[in-house]
């Protein structure tokens, strides 16, 4: 019997990968300033990473001015950010490519520097994240998180359709497919987790009504886009931005079961050991792996992401733990991440300093392996 490997062929709602090195989400904060829009920097970088058949998650997007919370950070809410956006996609495609759009809301994660008219950044409940980490501020400079304004009951309609029309406007970029961000301690899992939901309504309490914007956020993006062409992720053990759910099984058992029969693209769940991933280096030993938790409730296409090399990654394919895994920090590094892994060359290294904010060093300086093969 052949086991499947990173270079198998895989469907993913309509799009046919040809393989399954995918590109995980990732935030570079070099987008065009004030507009937010992406530039011709930003097309070359996902361009670099494009491959025939592969799929490409592009970085988190705020729905919503008010969602925003760093500085440089692609939207997806403007007519500017859509024609920006449009430039990336048609260069993705041109190469033969996939790429979804994570669509994003800060929520907490905000600080009032950011939003519009200066207000508190909003939240499930009026809790502020509480680390040793602080928020970042539109000079650029870092200030203690502050206390989130709780939004009324009747304000959540309003998330919904930030993210419906957030779901349209991808689409008129010309994606092909949207993933919501339910992870790393952000609006949506600041709803999901008893830590920074202590809400009493229906989108709050027991595990049913903390699911539920999640739900209907992904059930929106559906209305626009229909079900395989809408993936989710969700970091079920994760701890980014004091996020982090005492029993976890039982809360995001429910999530997965509840998206179950949609007939998503994906579910993308992130391998808990890489939490914060973003901000140091971490790789906890003996933590709960999450593809293998989640695998045997989920029922469609499951993509791993989370400290994985591609040696472990295809394990994780050949034991069926995984159907793909999303690469971070190494497709930084690597615009030719695919052709490395699948020929065995060696990795350039990733530099931190340049991961968040700047021009092209760090971005699309990384040299490939043989600049004159052909793709
Ligand atoms: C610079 C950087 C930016 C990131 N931005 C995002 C993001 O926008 N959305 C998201 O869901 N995860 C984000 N992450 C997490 C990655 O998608 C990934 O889960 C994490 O890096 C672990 O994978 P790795 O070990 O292959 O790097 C980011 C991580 C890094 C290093």
Not at 44 to 73: K, M
Not at 169 to 188: K, P, R, S, T
Request: charged residues 20%.
């Amino acid at each position: 019997m052949n086991f499947p490997s990173l270079f198998s062929p895989l469907d993913a709602g309509p799009c046919h990968l040809k393989h399954r090195v995918v590109m995980a989400p990732l935030t570079r904060m070099r987008a065009a300033r004030p507009s937010l829009a992406p530039r011709p920097l930003n097309a070359q970088y996902y361009t670099q990473r494009a491959t025939p058949g592969g799929l490409l998650i592009a970085e988190a997007s705020p729905v919503v001015a008010s969602g925003f919370g760093n500085p440089g950070v692609p939207g997806i809410w403007s007519e500017a950010q859509v024609a920006g956006w449009r430039a990336v996609v048609d260069a993705v495609h041109a190469r033969g490519g996939f790429i979804f759009l994570q669509l994003w809301h800060v929520g907490r994660v905000s600080h009032s520097s950011f939003q519009p008219g200066g207000a508190l950044p909003v939240a499930p409940s009026a809790v502020a994240i509480s680390t040793d980490f602080k928020a970042m501020t539109s000079d650029g400079k870092v200030a203690a998180y502050e206390t989130p304004r709780a939004l009324e009951t009747a304000e959540i309609a309003g998330i919904i359709e930030n993210f419906r029309t957030a779901a349209r406007n991808a689409m008129d970029a010309g994606f092909d497919g949207v993933e919501i961000h339910g992870a790393n301690g952000y609006l949506l899992e600041q709803f999901l987790q008893s830590r920074s939901n202590r809400r009493t309504d229906r989108y709050g309490g027991g595990i049913e009504n903390r699911a539920r914007l999640l739900l209907e956020v992904t059930q929106a993006a559906i209305d626009v886009w229909g079900a395989n062409r809408v993936g989710v992720r969700l970091s079920p053990y994760g701890i980014a931005n004091d996020s982090g759910e005492a029993d976890p099984m039982p809360l995001y058992t429910h999530v997965v079961e509840r998206l179950n029969p949609l007939g998503l693209a994906y579910l993308h769940v992130i391998e808990p050991r890489s939490s914060g991933a973003g901000r140091a280096e971490v790789n906890w030993q003996n933590v709960p792996s999450a593809m293998m938790l989640f695998r045997p409730i989920w029922k469609g296409v499951l993509i791993a992401a989370g400290g994985f090399t591609g040696e472990a990654a295809n394990e994780a394919i050949a034991a069926g733990h995984a159907d793909a895994v999303a690469f971070g920090r190494i497709f930084i590094a690597n615009p030719d991440l695919p052709r490395r892994l699948q020929r065995g060359w060696p990795l350039n290294p990733y530099n931190r300093a340049t991961f968040y904010g700047g021009e092209e060093a760090g971005y699309t300086d990384y040299p490939f392996y043989d600049e004159m093969a052909p793709a």
